[in-house]
């Protein structure tokens, strides 16, 4: 009899070892994942908030096969199909009308940061403490985290971080030597910490008072994640350049970056081999049109999660939900799996729950009654 791959085995062997799992998932449909050994999980990690319309969503995978069928890759030394029905949608989705295509969120960070600083020719940079904007070079240069930064300090570009939602501790650092200021929306690799009212309107008015270009960093706030395209438009702020990846295209690999008139690369200024890609772009726009119908329904699906958490004082903005369980959370999340329900630990204590947008009403109260149980 043949024996069975040892997976477990052999990744130890030959992965390098930057992940710790221990699950196998090998199908998904909507909400629902399915592990090696056939066990089914409602899954409120959708690959940490990638697959936006579900796993598998037919409109996707019938957009993907279809454009693989046809052209899988052309480069973007020609017009690239669906590339401009695309950026044509994403603009007047999110009001940004100059767009670049990329293949992940770190990607589109590190575009962001040059482009600020050609645009303003200024090198100096101001982020917030717990933000997370990607591991390659320039995006962990605007990273708080220490553990994952420092051991490849010195990084560019020169980066001041600033507490989360101190107004007057930005104001003191932001002068007319920096080229711009990053900020999430809502910090997810923090656990979903939703900063306080007014601070993004602050954030805005420093940056225009000195010259500054306002970067939002959507990649996990995104597409529709909180109720809206962007969840800057849950406030009245617009901000120069902003990044988007995650669930842009259901977890085909895509990033973007997103800025207004008048904030552009010009020729030769950067390009990509891959981004903006033939199939990337078939995903994304169906994704985009299956959105577009379920997003109304995000908010009070978010709300469902609220009520249903309500002794663990959840934080939740449509469908991002953090609660803090400190170092329960590993306890937490294991006892969630073995009943069949995929959460995540984030950072500093705190559990993150970031499921599909289609996910049904009935799989939320599952969720959420299993989490309850997780609680004791
Ligand atoms: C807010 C934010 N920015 C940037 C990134 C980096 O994106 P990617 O992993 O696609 O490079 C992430 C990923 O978790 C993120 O959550």
Same mark, same amino acid.
């Given at each position: 009899?043949?024996?069975?791959?040892?997976?477990?085995?052999?990744?130890?062997?030959?992965?390098?070892?930057?992940?710790?799992? @221990? $699950?196998?998932?090998?199908?998904?449909?909507?909400?629902? =994942?399915?592990?090696?050994?056939?066990?089914?999980?409602?899954?409120?990690?959708?690959? $940490?908030?990638?697959?936006?319309?579900?796993?598998?969503?037919?409109?996707?995978?019938?957009? &993907?096969?279809?454009?693989?069928?046809?052209?899988?890759?052309?480069?973007?030394?020609?017009?690239?199909?669906?590339?401009?029905?695309?950026?044509?949608?994403?603009?007047?989705?999110?009001?940004?009308?100059?767009?670049?295509?990329?293949?992940?969120?770190?990607?589109?960070?590190?575009?962001?940061?040059?482009?600020?600083?050609?645009?303003?020719?200024?090198?100096?940079?101001?982020?917030?403490?717990?933000?997370?904007?990607?591991?390659?070079?320039?995006?962990?240069?605007?990273?708080?985290?220490?553990?994952?930064?420092?051991?490849?300090?010195?990084?560019?570009?020169?980066?001041?971080?600033?507490?989360?939602?101190?107004?007057?501790?930005?104001?003191?650092?932001?002068?007319?030597? @920096?080229?711009?200021?990053?900020?999430? #929306?809502?910090?997810?690799?923090?656990?979903? $910490?939703?900063? #306080?009212?007014?601070?993004?309107? %602050?954030?805005?008015?420093?940056?225009?008072?000195?010259?500054?270009?306002?970067?939002?960093?959507?990649?996990?706030?995104?597409?529709?994640?909180?109720?809206?395209?962007?969840?800057?438009?849950?406030? %009245?702020?617009?901000?120069?350049? =902003?990044?988007?990846?995650?669930? $842009?295209?259901?977890?085909?690999?895509?990033?973007?970056?997103?800025?207004?008139?008048?904030?552009?690369?010009?020729?030769?200024?950067?390009?990509?081999?891959?981004? %903006?890609?033939? /199939?990337?772009?078939?995903?994304?726009?169906?994704?985009?049109?299956?959105?577009?119908?379920?997003?109304?329904? =995000?908010?009070?699906?978010?709300?469902?999660?609220?009520?249903?958490?309500?002794?663990?004082?959840?934080?939740?903005?449509?469908?991002?939900?953090?609660?803090?369980?400190?170092?329960?959370?590993?306890?937490?999340?294991?006892?969630?799996?073995?009943?069949?329900?995929? &959460?995540?630990?984030?950072?500093? %204590?705190?559990?993150?729950? /970031? #499921?599909?947008?289609?996910?049904?009403?009935?799989?939320?109260?599952?969720?959420?009654?299993?989490?309850?149980?997780?609680?004791?």
């Amino acid at each position: 009899m043949k024996e069975a791959f040892d997976y477990r085995a052999v990744e130890s062997q030959h992965y390098m070892p930057v992940f710790s799992r @221990t $699950i196998k998932l090998v199908r998904g449909e909507g909400a629902k =994942v399915w592990d090696d050994t056939g066990k089914q999980y409602i899954d409120c990690v959708a690959g $940490i908030a990638v697959c936006s319309t579900g796993h598998c969503h037919p409109e996707v995978v019938k957009a &993907i096969c279809d454009q693989c069928r046809t052209l899988i890759h052309c480069s973007n030394l020609y017009y690239v199909p669906h590339q401009s029905e695309l950026v044509e949608r994403l603009a007047s989705l999110t009001g940004m009308p100059r767009i670049f295509l990329t293949n992940s969120g770190t990607e589109a960070m590190e575009a962001a940061l040059k482009l600020a600083r050609i645009t303003t020719g200024r090198k100096r940079f101001v982020a917030f403490t717990h933000g997370f904007h990607g591991r390659t070079m320039g995006a962990l240069a605007v990273t708080h985290k220490p553990p994952i930064r420092e051991p490849f300090d010195p990084l560019q570009p020169e980066c001041a971080f600033v507490e989360y939602g101190d107004l007057k501790g930005l104001r003191k650092v932001v002068n007319r030597e @920096t080229a711009g200021v990053v900020v999430e #929306p809502i910090q997810g690799e923090a656990g979903v $910490i939703i900063p #306080p009212d007014g601070f993004l309107e %602050g954030v805005r008015e420093c940056c225009d008072r000195n010259g500054t270009l306002m970067i939002a960093d959507e990649i996990q706030t995104g597409m529709g994640r909180t109720g809206r395209w962007l969840t800057l438009q849950h406030t %009245g702020v617009e901000a120069d350049i =902003v990044t988007l990846a995650k669930g $842009i295209a259901s977890g085909f690999p895509m990033g973007a970056l997103l800025s207004r008139e008048g904030i552009t690369f010009k020729k030769g200024e950067h390009g990509s081999t891959f981004g %903006g890609g033939p /199939v990337a772009c078939a995903a994304a726009l169906a994704t985009l049109q299956v959105i577009e119908r379920i997003l109304p329904d =995000v908010e009070r699906k978010g709300a469902l999660f609220r009520k249903g958490l309500a002794d663990h004082n959840p934080r939740v903005m449509g469908l991002m939900i953090g609660l803090a369980a400190g170092d329960r959370c590993p306890t937490i999340q294991a006892y969630c799996a073995d009943k069949g329900v995929l &959460i995540n630990c984030a950072a500093d %204590g705190n559990l993150r729950l /970031v #499921p599909p947008l289609v996910i049904s009403d009935e799989e939320i109260r599952k969720a959420v009654e299993v989490l309850n149980e997780a609680f004791g």
